[in-house]
């Protein structure tokens, strides 16, 4: 079966440009999570779905980023005017269902540069 | 888990040797841990996970692991790697809300065939 994938793969952005980037979970499942993962650091929680809810958000560095789940699908995570420090590889994972329990599977993410 | 750390960074093993990775975390509330493993090129995979019960935890390609509750640890262990398990190791642990995952720094496992 298909497992998360992620797209683009790569984005360059000039500073100041606005990136959406999407994430297609696995199939039905209930939780969506983007993390952002830094150059040689492990991966850093962002926000969290359930369904089409976003229950915790407070991972966003900024109110520069906005991510939405309109329809407890697909998942877009919005960057608007990036900065240099914005450059990461931006990972989206799927469970099941709610509670830490669950394995969260990994997409292959999205390495983005700001140039 | 609140936090997760790893002591290694970098660890150069000849094939064969046995492997040990650390990692402590810092605890807040149920102990769901987990080791990820994320091949060069590919994505983070699951590769072994503790809830309750047995604290010795066994996973894929003979990987396994174990909880030392006094210890505040949940080392990796493997008792002789090959040159296929070059890759990128993460302990994670619950955050402070429920759901997310905390992640260490991440030891990055080199194998010398």
């Known amino acids: 079966g298909a497992g998360v994938s992620q797209s683009p793969r790569y984005k360059v952005a000039k500073r100041g440009q606005d990136v959406a980037l999407r994430c297609d979970p696995i199939?039905?499942?209930?939780?969506l999570f983007w993390y952002q993962q830094a150059l040689g650091q492990g991966p850093e929680f962002l926000t969290y779905?359930?369904?089409?809810?976003?229950?915790?958000k407070s991972g966003l560095p900024s109110d520069r980023f906005f991510a939405e789940r309109p329809e407890g699908s697909v998942s877009t995570l919005k960057i608007q005017r990036t900065q240099q420090e914005d450059s990461a590889v931006y990972l989206c994972?799927?469970?099941?269902?709610?509670?830490?329990?669950?394995?969260?599977?990994f997409g292959p993410g999205t390495r983005l540069t700001v140039t | 888990a609140q936090s997760v750390s790893q002591h290694n960074h970098h660890v150069i093993l000849s094939e064969a040797a046995s492997l040990e990775l650390g990692c402590n975390y810092s605890?807040?509330?149920?102990?769901?841990l987990f080791w990820y493993v994320q091949y060069p090129g590919q994505h983070l995979q699951l590769l072994l996970k503790?809830?309750?019960?047995?604290?010795l935890v066994k996973g894929i390609k003979g990987f396994e692991a174990e909880f030392i509750k006094s210890k505040f640890s949940f080392n990796l262990r493997k008792p002789s790697v090959q040159w296929s398990d070059t890759a990128e190791y993460f302990c994670?642990?619950?955050?402070?809300?429920?759901?997310?995952?905390?992640f260490g720094g991440g030891t990055r496992l080199m194998v010398k065939p």
């Open positions: 994972a799927s469970s099941l269902e709610a509670g830490s329990s669950y394995e969260q599977y």
């Open positions: 199939s039905g499942h209930v939780s």
């Open positions: 779905f359930q369904n089409e809810a976003q229950l915790d």
């Open positions: 605890y807040g509330g149920t102990v769901n």
């Open positions: 503790y809830f309750s019960g047995d604290p």
């Open positions: 994670a642990g619950p955050g402070r809300a429920g759901n997310m995952l905390t």
